[in-house]
């Protein structure tokens, strides 16, 4: 809103704005003007020849609008069913209203051609409602969002959204069908079909909503999804689509169906961002499953799948392998002195300094509490050996208080077990033996792990 704010100060007179953000409002202004004279040179070419579509193509492209409406609401029957995600509900509910409004409209479209030329003229009431409906709900969906950003009672909140949509619908319907008659294409005006200003009062409105929730996301400085550009660019798309329409004479002129396409590239676009969210979110719950939500390294569920792994490959080539197992000393010394949240940030920095120090083929994991391991593929005692003096060098020279430093055992495969059982307790046995042996070294860990 500040920019929008700024930019109307600018207009009023108010010259008091920094010298960058001048320059950004006079070309955003000049930039928005320019594109809408080109639009509407566009749609005034279109109105004065015969460049149009036919009855055909608009039968197509209504179907396959309704089926991208009827494969988006499915999807977002899914996304709110893992996430409780209102919004996708609502629109969910506005895209399958939607398409079934239109389904009927074209089922009635080879009755009204066989009337004759005048129906051409006509604006249809199944256009209009459908479009209003899905404005209408694209406009509850932001409130919904605004006012009630978490769900703390989802089924009351559900319900809610649902009483949303029903009351947005009867109003809607009603509003239309208490009309006297269907209006008329006014074909001596520069607006033949004003009435398709309403629709895209709304999805102007709609838009100026998602665009500023894009920029609050901005300036949060959080990542806004692809879902939410997408449902910017579906409510631009509608202004598009009734602007044109509001200078279509007849049906399947040139300006009709530039807005029927822009209508029907919307759903394609809806469908396509809720598929790549969808994919995005996958990935995350994907990541999660295996992963540590503090250090974001691999958690134990895939400490034992690359252990096994490793196992399997390591039987055929017949090359050995290691593992060490890491454990912080004075956790909980630091918990007491500094904070938990020292503490968990101790575990971070360690969990970094594996990541940035293993090689690529190496896995590096959290193993539970202040426990870390590294698997270590190809790789004798020797080398695991010089990998544990590297990382507690590296965390000795670390200026970050309070110092940090680590006990380390290793075990290596086939010499000390041939599963991850066995692997784990004898790196565990060796990381006990170093952990209570006073002087203990770097040097002697392969000794220990040998004798033990």
């Not at 396409?261 to 790549?276: D, E, H, N």
Request: glycine fraction near 6%; proline fraction near 4%.
């Amino acid at each position: 809103m500040g920019a929008w704010a700024n930019i109307v100060g600018f207009l009023r007179g108010d010259r008091t704005l920094p010298p960058a953000q001048n320059l950004r409002s006079r070309l955003l202004i000049s930039s928005g003007w320019t594109v809408f004279v080109i639009f509407l040179a566009g749609i005034l070419y279109l109105r004065q020849t015969s460049i149009g579509g036919s009855p055909q193509a608009y039968l197509y492209l209504e179907i396959g609008g309704t089926l991208l409406s009827f494969c988006y609401a499915a999807n977002a029957l899914v996304r709110f069913r893992a996430t409780h995600d209102r919004t996708a509900l609502i629109l969910a509910f506005g895209f399958v209203l939607s398409g079934i409004i239109e389904t009927v409209g074209y089922f009635n479209l080879n009755s009204v051609l066989a009337i004759g030329p005048a129906a051409l003229s006509g604006v249809p009431v199944g256009w209009m409602v459908s479009r209003t409906v899905l404005a209408v709900l694209l406009l509850a969906a932001i409130a919904v969002e605004r006012y009630m950003p978490t769900a703390r009672q989802p089924s009351k909140e559900t319900a809610a959204a649902l009483l949303v949509v029903a009351l947005a619908v009867y109003l809607t319907s009603a509003a239309f069908l208490a009309a006297p008659a269907a209006p008329l294409a006014r074909a001596g005006n520069l607006l033949s079909r004003p009435w398709d200003l309403l629709p895209a009062a709304l999805f102007l409105a709609a838009a100026a909503c998602f665009r500023n929730r894009l920029k609050n996301d901005k300036d949060k400085k959080s990542s806004a999804s692809v879902f939410d550009y997408s449902l910017f660019l579906v409510a631009s798309l509608n202004v598009i689509c009734h602007l044109s329409a509001a200078f279509s004479r007849q049906l399947f002129d040139g300006p009709f169906f530039l807005a029927e396409l822009s209508k029907t590239l919307s759903y394609v676009v809806m469908l396509s961002g809720a598929l790549l969210d969808q994919a995005r979110l996958f990935e995350q719950v994907r990541s999660m499953a295996v992963s540590d939500p503090l250090t974001g390294l691999a958690n134990y569920r895939r400490l034992i799948s690359v252990l096994e792994a490793e196992l399997d490959r390591s039987r055929r080539t017949q090359r050995s392998f290691s593992i060490v197992l890491l454990d912080m000393d004075g956790l909980k010394t630091i918990n007491d002195h500094y904070g938990h949240l020292t503490g968990s940030r101790a575990l971070v920095r360690l969990g970094k300094i594996l990541r940035n120090h293993s090689r690529a083929i190496d896995t590096a994991a959290r193993y539970g509490g202040d426990e870390f391991a590294l698997v270590l593929p190809e790789a004798g005692k020797d080398l695991a050996s010089r990998v544990v003096s590297r990382i507690r060098e590296r965390l000795a020279a670390e200026t970050e208080p309070p110092a940090l430093s680590v006990s380390a055992g290793v075990a290596a495969f086939p010499e000390d077990g041939d599963s991850p059982e066995k692997l784990l307790g004898a790196a565990d046995r060796a990381l006990y033996a170093m952990k209570h042996r006073s002087g203990s070294s770097i040097q002697n860990l392969t000794r220990i792990a040998a004798c033990l």
